[in-house]
């Protein structure tokens, strides 16, 4: 099969790989329609990750038809289903309590040690990222493995849905709703979003379902503000005026009741002390620029809520505890637990309620996923996301 690789920083490429085959009676395998280049995934291709080995086949967000399945498998031959980019078991402690991004099982034994040693606790698996996350190969690929196929895919039973209003159920749209909902919204609050991207937007537009009386989003890309504008967000562009001054005077200057970082650890131009992060990037030393995170940290309101699902993967300098704590402020992060949310959403998506292909600007076949990547991440502002499509 074909299927994108990394094969270093800014280096990912379309190579032959062996089809997968089932490993585990729960195994199936899925020949992707779909799949999509996820803001996270730059991340890899930026080299700000650590566990991504030369040879990897990259991607999370991924959907397609069910070709192959386990004896223990509830999936049937034929299914279009999309699959979340958490995997999960379903039954250990962390999955009965619905925290399927925290799953005990799904990481395998000898991938675990990364992970521990840089967050005291192994994660769980993750399609197409890191080692540290179980090093699965991902989506950006004709056919993918799915572990623990009886928990995750969602079966897309609705012939009259397209790909497109359905592909992003697998990481960016319940990522996005589950931003909103740790930012605990309650009606009449102002939200303010740092960053025009996927996740942002479906946040922004997340919380103003959730009754949210202002929503206001931050960016310097135009397209994407207006993007932004266009769910009836206001938006403020961080190159024209100072931010916080900006959202005092929109509030009152009381501050946004509650915060969303959508942005994550490669945030660019938020703040002066943001080039000391950037050189240690370049160098190798891992630090995250969390420029944003703590703008965000000292615009909202005393006693506020902050919401974090932009990644962070290590260490960031002068980070504002203080304002943390003397605040008062509520903080909602972590990877996105999918699998609570797909039902939901897919029927939201059904009734009309939430609107999910707005933001795509471009369609490319899987061959031509390297000029996608290099695309997405240096033309951001027209390049707002992108579909590959395998076999096209």
């Known amino acids: ?78 299914q279009r289903v999309v699959v979340p980019f958490t995997i999960a078991c379903g039954t250990c402690f962390f ?61 897309i039973e609705n012939d009259d849905l397209e790909d497109e209003q359905v592909l992003f159920l697998s990481d ?33 537009q997340s919380a103003k379902l959730m009754n949210a009386a202002r929503v206001i989003v931050i960016d310097h890309y135009p397209h994407r503000l207006e993007l932004a504008a266009g769910l009836g967000c206001e938006t403020i562009n961080f190159r024209d005026v100072d931010v916080r001054e900006a959202l005092n005077e929109m509030t009152g200057g009381i501050g946004p009741d509650a915060v969303i ?14 080039m000391l992060d950037i ?44 304002a943390l704590m003397e605040k008062g402020l509520k903080i909602g992060t972590g990877q996105t637990h999918v699998q609570k949310y797909t039902k939901m959403l897919l029927g939201m998506i059904e009734e009309g309620k939430i609107n999910t292909t707005f933001l795509i600007s471009h369609r490319l076949p899987l061959e031509q996923a390297a000029d996608g990547y290099a695309n997405f991440r240096n033309q951001q502002n027209d390049w707002t996301k992108v579909i590959l499509k395998p076999g096209g």
């Open 1 to 78: 099969m074909r299927a994108l690789t990394y094969h270093g920083k800014k280096d990912v490429r379309v190579d032959t790989h062996p089809d997968p085959e089932i490993v585990n009676p729960r195994d199936a395998i899925i020949r992707v329609t779909s799949t999509a280049i996820c803001g996270s995934d730059l991340h890899l291709y930026d080299g700000v990750i650590p566990g991504v080995l030369s040879g990897d086949i990259l991607g999370h967000e991924f959907m397609g038809e069910v070709v192959e399945t386990g004896p223990g498998s509830t999936l049937k031959k034929g």
């Open 95 to 155: 999955c009965d309590k619905h925290q399927f991004s925290a799953c005990d099982n799904s990481n395998p034994v000898d991938k675990r040690e990364i992970s521990e040693t840089l967050y005291g606790q192994p994660m769980s698996g993750l399609f197409g990222y890191s080692h540290m996350t179980g090093g699965y190969p991902g989506g950006q690929a004709e056919y993918v493995r799915v572990p623990y196929s009886d928990v995750g895919p969602v079966v």
């Open 172 to 204: 960016i749209l319940p990522t996005g709703w589950m931003a909103a909902e740790n930012a605990q919204i309650e009606p009449g609050d102002t939200v303010a979003v740092w960053g025009a991207g996927p996740v942002g937007l479906f946040a922004a």
């Open 261 to 274: 970082d959508a942005v994550g650890m490669e945030a660019h131009g938020f703040a002066v002390d943001n």
């Open 279 to 322: 050189a240690k990037q370049t160098v190798g030393m891992g630090a995250d620029r969390a420029s944003a995170l703590k703008q965000a940290l000292l615009a909202v309101r005393k006693g506020g809520r902050v919401s974090i699902p932009g990644v962070y993967g290590g260490m960031t300098d002068k980070f504002p505890l203080g």
